[in-house]
């Protein structure tokens, strides 16, 4: 597992292609946490981001090696579905790496202390917003969808869709809970059950569109 | 030990029939060669050999977890070295560190990689990247192996080594599916799949299809030799043949030990006068 993560690690820096989604969310960062509020506040925003970021990743990583050669590392590797199901992997490291970013940096921009309730309670919003990413990414890249034109109109309107409606989960809903005060117990269940739901159902998704992939092939 | 079936495989992408059904069972240490027209169906076999495609209807059993595939085209990351490739591929191919090392340097060898296995892939010729597509086949020592036109920009000069490649992998009890060009490969294969019009059949033994005759100038003093000569050789049989004072031994053997027969006779002094393969013309 661990050397299909380390390959594809090694050809995305090479060839750079995580490198304008990361910069792209850091410069967001940077430029749009409000200064002196809440640190929550901003750290929501870093979650909502990290949403469209993460499917951008995704589609990177996934589309940057050619449909040949994934071919052959997938026989390699034990098989496509297990190839790409640990490519996605990769890509979700990869988003995951910009977390604590946006969490130091809404801790040194924003006025007070970060409790540690908060600060986990922040890292789920943007763990699930890179899976649900991830999974928008899988689902959109070839050989799913061969045009990169389509693939961007396919996860632009999943990504505005699962940000605009109100309450929907898992992304708005965990960003709506992160923005309340003070979670409840209630509050903490609930995030905890969509954060568990999510990455059970992003595994499934992504499961399924490895196998059609393989018979798209 | 049948080691690969394929039970009524067929692809077709939309209304598009690209492979009929097919019926295959493929022993153990076997070589099988595909032989087909460009776009006739091949590479969509060998990937479904493979395991990385998914046949539209029936079954392909006996893949094994992990299988050495080199496609039509070669494209690995061009700005990563070649050799640092070939380590990510033996780490994924569960190979240890050292064992990797010795690996890539003794394929280096055989291959002729040129100027070295250090430079980046992207700026290799097209003959040394396909060398490199081969090194990462033959890396770890898969039980199938599966080469979609090997020889593609290939030297000449390293055809010999890839055939000991896929000689010892057969040894080895490997399964080894390659789709060829060349008509002498093609005519030696023991086992040809032949794909034409997206249908393709099994032809069994085609070195038995083929034979050559060599026409050897009687050698007196050394007739006592030939039998001893050529019991190497499992597909020979020899006959004496008079026509008028002419007398001259005709030898018969299998295509795929036509070159090794012809060496062995050269080189003990006998002198081939005609050497016809059958069916031809003469």
């Known amino acids: 597992m661990g050397s299909v993560l380390r390959y594809t690690a090694s050809r995305c820096a090479l060839s750079q292609v995580w490198v304008p989604p990361w910069l792209v969310y850091l410069l967001i960062v940077a430029i749009a946490y409000p200064p002196n509020t809440p640190a929550l506040g901003s750290l929501s925003l870093g979650a909502i981001v990290l949403l469209p970021i993460s499917a951008w990743l995704c589609l990177a990583t996934l589309n940057s090696e050619s449909e040949q050669q994934s071919a052959s590392m997938a026989a390699l590797a034990g098989g496509v579905v297990t190839y790409r199901m640990l490519v996605l992997v990769s890509a979700l490291c990869a988003a995951l790496a910009l977390v604590p970013f946006s969490i130091l940096y809404a801790l040194l921009h924003n006025a007070g202390p970060l409790p540690v309730g908060d600060v986990v309670a922040a890292v789920l919003p943007h763990g699930v917003s890179a899976a649900v990413g991830t999974t928008i990414g899988a689902l959109v890249a070839r050989p799913l969808i061969a045009r990169v034109g389509f693939a961007l109109v396919w996860s632009c309107l999943l990504v505005v869709a699962l940000i605009a409606i109100p309450h929907l989960p898992p992304v708005r809903l965990m960003v709506e809970l992160l923005e309340s005060a003070h979670l409840h117990a209630g509050d903490v269940i609930v995030s905890g059950a969509t954060t568990a739901a999510t990455l059970v159902g992003a595994a499934i998704v992504w499961w399924a569109s490895a196998t059609f992939s393989r018979r798209r092939t | ?282």
């Open chain 2, 1 to 282: 030990m049948t080691l690969i079936t394929l039970h009524q495989v067929s692809k077709r992408y939309g209304d598009r029939i690209v492979l009929r059904p097919l019926d295959l069972a493929i022993r153990g240490g076997e070589s099988i060669v595909v032989q087909g027209a460009n776009g006739s169906g091949k590479s969509t076999l060998m990937r479904m050999i493979a395991g990385v495609s998914r046949p539209t209807s029936g079954t392909v059993d006996g893949i094994p977890e992990r299988v050495g595939y080199l496609p039509e085209r070669f494209r690995p990351p061009s700005l990563m070295r070649a050799d640092v490739y070939l380590r990510h591929v033996g780490r994924i191919g569960n190979l240890n560190a050292t064992t990797a090392r010795q690996r890539i340097d003794s394929l280096s060898h055989i291959l002729g990689i040129r100027p070295s296995v250090n430079e980046r892939l992207g700026r290799l010729s097209k003959g040394n990247l396909q060398k490199i597509g081969l090194a990462q086949v033959f890396l770890p020592e898969h039980r199938l192996i599966v080469l979609d036109e090997p020889r593609t920009g290939l030297e000449r000069a390293a055809w010999p080594a890839l055939d000991e490649l896929i000689s010892n992998a057969v040894q080895r009890g490997a399964v080894v599916v390659s789709s060829e060009h060349d008509a002498h490969l093609i005519e030696s294969a023991p086992r040809l799949l032949r794909i034409a019009a997206n249908e393709a059949t099994v032809i069994e033994q085609v070195t038995a299809l083929r034979r050559v005759e060599f026409v050897v100038l009687p050698a007196s003093e050394k007739a006592g030799e030939l039998d001893r000569m050529l019991a190497r050789f499992s597909s020979v049989t020899v006959e004496s043949r008079t026509a008028g004072r002419d007398h001259s031994v005709v030898i018969w053997a299998d295509s795929s030990e036509k070159d090794a027969l012809l060496l062995c006779l050269l080189a003990n002094g006998w002198t081939v006068n005609r050497l016809r393969m059958d069916g031809d013309r003469g």
